[in-house]
């Protein structure tokens, strides 16, 4: 989920690029070229690794406290 959002994140940069650069349209590589020419920095690899694990954290928190507080309100 996270991969599309990044992916739709890029075209949109790309296409802004496309129409905000002065360059002609035959200098201008595809957007599946221009991609690939983009190197991805190791920490970038590392920061959505992290975001992953604090999604998860946050879940387990939620469910951990609805399970709480589900199990307090039957007991009653």
């Not at 002065?22 to 070229?33: D, K, T």
């Not at 190791?42 to 946050?58: M, V």
């Amino acid at each position: 989920m996270l991969k599309y959002f990044r992916r739709r994140k890029k075209r949109k940069l790309y296409r802004q690029w496309v129409e905000r650069s002065s360059l002609p349209p035959e200098a201008i590589p595809r957007e599946e070229v221009a991609e690939n020419m983009i190197p991805i920095p190791q920490a970038d690899k590392q920061q959505s690794h992290l975001t992953i694990l604090y999604i998860l954290l946050g879940v387990a928190v939620v469910v951990l406290c609805t399970g709480l507080i589900l199990l307090v309100v039957y007991s009653i």
